[in-house]
Every structure is written in C-alpha cells, then in structure tokens.
C-alpha cells in the first residue's frame, strides 16, 4: 500500500518563499507528482520528480530524495494567487498502468 | 483543444438512483482516470484504464463500473446510488512517459439524498 503524510495547512506571507514537505512509505515507486488545486477547481499539474534532486520550473520547485523517501515542493516569490492546496502524490505501475496515489494535501494561505 | 471534458456538472441524485458520469479528452492520451474527492481530502482513485479496451479497480471501486468506449471516452456508472457516494468526481488523462502528467477535467459534484 501506500501513504503519504504532508502539513495541512501552512501559511506565509507575500513574497516570502514556502516550503511544504512530504514524506511517504510505498511500494514500487517511480516517482513524486506535485498538483495545486483552487478552491472549486480542478487539480493541475506542477512538477514530477522521476529522479533525485531538484526540478525548477519559474517560481515553483521540487525536490526528491528516494532514500529518505521525502520530496518537498518550494514556492518562491509568493503571490496572493497562490493560495491554493497543494497535493503531492506518488507514482507506482501495475503492470503497463501509471498509477496517483494523492496525499491529503496542504492548504497554503498567502497574506499580505 | 478542449483538453478533458465532464458531464454533468452538478447532479442531484435520491438513494437507489443510478446515473452515469462522462469523460472525454481530445488530446490522444492512452491512459484516463476516475477519481473522488471527498471535503478536505486528496483524490482517491476508483478506476482507470491503461489503454482502450482495459479497465482495472482502483483504491475505491466498490458500488462503481465502468466503460473505456473508445480511446477518447471514459464513463463512471454509479448502478444504485448511496449517499456515501456523495462527492466530486474528476476525470483525468495522462500523458507520459516523459513528462507524466495527469489532467484533470472540471469535476462533476454529485449530492445523493
């Protein structure tokens, strides 16, 4: 089976950077998945990390480590839109099949 | 492009009542997904299909089938709805390898009595 764990709520002032961690415990493993999810949205999707080490993509980065099976998901130059949830998930196969397994996410306030 | 679409939106349904929820992407994807959403939750995966013409259970199958009609489409029946099935469903599809992305359709938000 797996599980995730990650902070349910952290909050951090505009402009500031915000990291939100995430620890798992997994079966077949392949992979960290980062997804952001407004209030009455839909998830979209960030970053993945197939392999250790960091992935920068604009103001949003994250980063793997497979051996402590932790990622983390770093938000610089935060901005009010970015309040949101943030969700990782872990990637594992079945056969031919790409699986999510989501945490239960982080809801992320931005104030001013 | 319309990416993944769902319908309905929003449905209404009494205990015992069935319905079926519908996905389609237009963007060639092999793999698509149904999952819920309960209020505060992550996303909780019910079915999915690798490829057409292949459907597997998920961590949540129970009361729920399923149909991959074509490559396009994917449906969730709820066959006798229950109001523990009150949720948002998200479709999703998947791009990959090498980017390995989901995207997610806008949601059906379903209220069983």
């Known amino acids: 089976g797996q599980s995730l764990e990650q902070p349910s709520e952290v909050t951090a002032v505009e402009g500031a950077i915000v990291q939100i961690n995430c620890t798992y415990q997994?079966?077949?493993?392949?992979?960290l998945s980062w997804y952001q999810q407004h209030d009455g949205g839909a998830p979209t999707f960030l970053s993945y990390?197939?392999?250790?080490g960091l992935e920068e993509t604009g103001r949003f980065s994250s980063f793997l480590s497979r051996s402590d099976s932790y990622g983390y998901l770093l938000l610089q130059e935060l901005q009010m839109k970015d309040s949101a949830s943030y969700f990782c998930?872990?990637?594992?196969?079945?056969?031919?099949?790409?699986?999510?397994?989501f945490g239960t996410g982080t809801r992320l306030q931005v104030t001013l | 492009n319309a990416g993944v679409t769902q319908t309905p939106k929003f449905q209404v349904l009494k205990t015992g009542q069935s319905m079926t929820l519908q996905c389609a992407q237009d963007?060639?994807?092999?793999?698509m997904y149904w999952y819920r959403q309960d209020p505060g939750m992550g996303l909780r995966l019910i079915y999915y299909?690798?490829?057409?013409?292949?459907?597997d259970k998920g961590e949540v199958p129970n009361g729920y089938n399923v149909s991959r009609l074509n490559k396009r489409e994917f449906s969730l029946r709820l066959e006798s709805a229950a109001p523990s099935q009150t949720s948002v469903y998200f479709c999703?599809?998947?791009?990959?390898?090498?980017?390995?992305?989901?995207?997610f359709g806008p949601g059906t938000r379903l209220l069983v009595l």
């Open positions: 999703a599809s998947r791009t990959g390898p090498l980017r390995e992305t989901q995207y």
């Open positions: 997994t079966s077949g493993f392949y992979g």
């Open positions: 990390n197939g392999l250790d």
């Open positions: 998930a872990v990637r594992s196969m079945a056969g031919t099949a790409s699986k999510l397994t």
């Open positions: 963007m060639n994807h092999n793999s």
């Open positions: 299909s690798a490829s057409e013409g292949t459907t």
